[in-house]
């Protein structure tokens, strides 16, 4: 997640204060809502990043609410994916990013219906490759 201006990174000081507004100060964060869902957030003047251990719909809403309040920027990792919050955020997307590669997200259901298929098969993915080092390990 960043805030974007014109196809590029720009930092502004209404991202900092969202995240100091969420109790987001550290440069890692975690959050655990009562659904049982598990983030990490690392942060940085540029952006942040989530890293989604349990993707719940409570995570979704923290993503959300960020994105909204800093107007921030979504993209995914794996399939590629820009979200935005608002269409008028369109016009801070890189030149050239291809029109089906970009999703609105009016609200933390609809964030959380667009990332979950991408977190099911990342989730896929890691669970596979745990289980095959540990087989690699027995005797």
């Known amino acids: 997640m960043a805030p974007m201006v014109g196809g590029e990174v720009a930092p502004s000081s209404a991202y900092r204060q969202a995240l100091t507004r969420r109790g987001y100060v550290s440069e890692v964060n975690f959050l655990e809502p009562e659904d049982g869902g598990l983030a990490e957030l690392f942060v940085n003047d540029e ?6 251990k349990i993707f719940t719909p409570d995570i979704a809403s923290a993503m959300f609410e960020l994105a909204v309040d800093a107007r921030l920027v979504i993209y995914t990792c794996g399939t590629p994916l820009w979200v935005l919050t608002s269409e008028e955020q369109r016009q801070d997307l890189p030149a050239g990013t291809d029109p089906d590669d ?3 997200s009016d609200s933390a259901s609809r964030l959380f219906e667009l990332l979950s298929p991408g977190y099911d098969e990342m989730a896929a993915w890691r669970a596979r490759v745990i289980s095959e080092a540990s087989e690699a390990r027995s005797p």
């Not at 952006?47 to 989604?52: I, K, Q, R, S, T």
């Open 102 to 104: 970009v999703a609105i």
């Open 47 to 52: 952006g942040c990043v989530f890293d989604l």
